[in-house]
Structures are given as structure tokens and as C-alpha cells.
T-cell receptor, first 115, second 113 residues
Framework: AQSVAQPEDQVKVAEGNPLTVKCTYS??????LFWYVQYPNRGLQFLLK??????LVKGSYGFEAEFNKSQTSFHLKKPSALVSDSALYFC?????????????FGSGTRLSIRP | DAGVIQSPRHEVTEMGQEVTLRCKPI?????LFWYRQTMMRGLELLIY????????DSGMPEDRFSAKMPNASFSTLKIQPSEPRDSAVYFC???????????FGPGTRLTVL
């Protein structure tokens, strides 16, 4: 069965510092991996995805994520955090070749950037 | 493009009443998803359609919930009868295909008294 874990409910970082939001997954075969962001009272917004190719994926707002097959991880990173990055972040996974399988979202990590 | 459109944005109703939530996906998207979000349970996939056909409704909590997609540009999620534990934010999302990134609507905040 496929699953995705976000081990940290909350991450707090000072503005200007690098940030990492962790995600690990379990899926049969190769995965599609996604990151979404949710601002207060809004729907989720797509940030970036990994399908195949380069393990480092760049997305919106200066975010990037690194696919690590051996560690089954897809951590979200940003070199320098902004206060405006404060939001709820979701990792999601879906098997690459299983057309009938649905996407599974993690429980979310609340990112707080202090000025 | 206007993005995914949901209506109403807020709904307050009394227990036992029928509630209908509406969604218009992005034009050209073939997949549509209904989610429910609560503090306790997080984000839950209720049902998804591909080419207007329900593919997986295993997340629908019980028979009080039903969803339809009569055409490519419209879907409804109905709760009948509604209960206080149905109070949540309900999101609709669409994508080009089931494996593509999803675009979410603004959500409908449902309160059942």
C-alpha cells in the first residue's frame, strides 16, 4: 500500500535561514511526487513535482525538492526563507505506472518563518 | 482561465438538511477530485472522476454522501441528511489527467448546526 509521511507537524525557521520540510514515502514501483502549499483560507497550490530525470526539482517561489530513491524521501528546501513562506505544506505521492491508483497526501507541515 | 470554481463559499445549515456543493473544473481538465479537510482528519480524498466517470469513491464516508459529474464542466457533492460531524472545508480540484498536478478551488466551508 502506498503512503506518505511528513514527520514534523511544525517547522520554525528565522527569516533568511535555509529551510527544509521533510517527506518520506512508500509506493510500489517508481513514484510521482508533489509538493503543495496552502495559505490560510485558501485551496492548495501546486509547488513542484518529480516524475523522472534530474533528482533536484525546482518549483515556484524559489522552492526546490530533492528526490532520494534510496532513502525514499522528497524533502522540500529553500536556501533563504521569507516571512511570506509561512503556510501549510503538503507532500503527495502516486505510483508512476498504476493508472487506477489515487494520489495520497501527507498530513501537512506548518512552516513558520519568524522575522 | 478563472481556475476551479466552487459554490457556495460558505454554507450554514441545520442537521438533517440536504446540502449540495458545486464545482466547475478548469476547462480541458479530464480529472476531478473532491476532498474534505478538517483539523482532526486532515485532507481526505472523497471521490475522483476521470472523463466524467467515478473511478474511486472509497473515501466517501457513508451513503449520505453522493457525487455526480453529469458533464465535463460541472460536478456536485451532495450530503443528505447532513450531520454536525460533516462540518469541514470541502475542496474540489481538477487536473489534466489523474497523475498530473491538481488545481484546487477555494473551497466551501460547511457548518452543520
Amino acid at each position: 500500500a502506498q503512503s506518505v509521511a511528513q514527520p514534523e507537524d511544525q517547522v520554525k525557521v528565522a527569516e533568511g535561514n535555509p529551510l527544509t520540510v521533510k517527506c518520506t514515502y512508500s509506493v510500489s514501483g517508481n513514484p510521482y511526487l508533489f509538493w503543495y502549499v496552502q495559505y490560510p483560507n485558501r485551496g492548495l497550490q501546486f509547488l513542484l513535482k518529480y516524475i523522472t530525470g534530474d533528482n533536484l526539482v525546482k518549483g515556484s517561489y524559489g522552492f526546490e525538492a530533492e528526490f532520494n530513491k534510496s532513502q525514499t524521501s522528497f524533502h522540500l528546501k529553500k536556501p533563504s526563507a521569507l516571512v511570506s513562506d509561512s503556510a501549510l505544506y503538503f507532500c503527495a505521492v502516486r505510483p508512476l505506472r498504476d493508472s487506477a491508483s489515487k494520489i495520497i497526501f501527507g498530513s501537512g507541515t506548518r512552516l513558520s518563518i519568524r522575522p | 482561465d478563472a481556475g476551479v470554481i466552487q459554490s457556495p463559499r460558505h454554507e450554514v445549515t441545520e442537521m438533517g438538511q440536504e446540502v449540495t456543493l458545486r464545482c466547475k473544473p478548469i476547462s480541458g481538465h479530464n480529472s476531478l477530485f473532491w476532498y474534505r479537510q478538517t483539523m482532526m482528519r486532515g485532507l481526505e480524498l472523497l471521490i475522483y472522476f476521470n472523463n466524467n466517470v467515478p473511478i474511486d469513491d472509497s473515501g466517501m464516508p457513508e451513503d449520505r454522501f453522493s457525487a455526480k459529474m453529469p458533464n465535463a464542466s460541472f460536478s456536485t457533492l451532495k450530503i443528505q441528511p447532513s450531520e454536525p460531524r460533516d462540518s469541514a472545508v470541502y475542496f474540489c480540484a481538477s487536473s489534466l489527467a489523474p497523475h498530473n498536478e491538481q488545481f484546487f478551488g477555494p473551497g466551501t466551508r460547511l457548518t452543520v448546526l
